[in-house]
Each structure stands twice: as structure tokens, then as C-alpha cells.
């Protein structure tokens, strides 16, 4: 498995821009589909964005496109979410994962999970 830290999270005001970044350890990066997912206060885990190995494909959840975009930097280990245009409903905290191969937007596919990073959007 690949171990995952997640950091950069804060509280922000409706409309501005925050990015996270998770810093990935143990494995080769670039044979691992990543995924941003989110879990907000009393609600499930949800499927945010997701990439691919070399970051050919992305996917994002309709709640999010437009304004958040998944990067990756294999070289550095490191995968990004920037989050643009936040909104209230964005709260939540914030968990990279990592599955080994194909890139999915199903959250059981994911193997290893960071800690998680809190992003508050205030009013």
C-alpha cells in the first residue's frame, strides 16, 4: 500500500480559492489511479475528482465541475486538488486515496486513505 498525507486544508470565504495536496510514500506513484473524496459533518464520504495514472483522464463529481481541478506530479509524489469559486457546501473534510491501476470514481476501488484535511467555506 501507499501512504497518503494530506495538507493545505483552512477556512476560506465563500468564493475564494484553496488548494490541498496530498504527499504520497511507499510505492511508485505513477502505477496508482488517485481520488479526491470528501466527507461533510453527519453526511457519507463522496467521490470528488479523480486521475489517472499520468493524468490523461480526470473525473469530477457535477457538484464540483468547473470549478475544482485534480492535478498530479509523479515526480514529486504529490497529487493536488485546486478548489476555485468555493461554496458552503464545499465543507467538508478532504481525503486523498490511491488504488493500484485503472482510475475509478467508486470509493470502495480505493485501498489506502490519508488522515483527511479539514476545508471550512464560511459565509
Known amino acids: 500500500q501507499v501512504q497518503l498525507v494530506e495538507s493545505g486544508g483552512g477556512l476560506v470565504q465563500a468564493g475564494d480559492s484553496l488548494r490541498v495536496s496530498c504527499l504520497a510514500s511507499?510505492?511508485?506513484?505513477?502505477?496508482?489511479?488517485m481520488g479526491w473524496f470528501r466527507q461533510a459533518a453527519g453526511k457519507e464520504r463522496e467521490f470528488v475528482a479523480a486521475?489517472?495514472?499520468?493524468?490523461?483522464?480526470?473525473y469530477y463529481a457535477d457538484s464540483v465541475k468547473g470549478r475544482f481541478t485534480i492535478t498530479r506530479d509523479n515526480a514529486k509524489n504529490r497529487v493536488y486538488l485546486q478548489m476555485n469559486s468555493l461554496k458552503l457546501e464545499d465543507t467538508a473534510v478532504y481525503y486523498c486515496?490511491?488504488?493500484?491501476?485503472?482510475?475509478?470514481?467508486?470509493?470502495?476501488?480505493?485501498?489506502?486513505w490519508g488522515q483527511g484535511t479539514q476545508v471550512t467555506v464560511s459565509s
Open positions: 486521475i489517472s495514472e499520468f493524468g490523461g483522464l480526470t
Open positions: 511507499g510505492r511508485t506513484l505513477n502505477r496508482y489511479s
Open positions: 486515496a490511491a488504488k493500484f491501476g485503472v482510475v475509478s470514481t467508486t470509493l470502495n476501488r480505493y485501498d489506502s
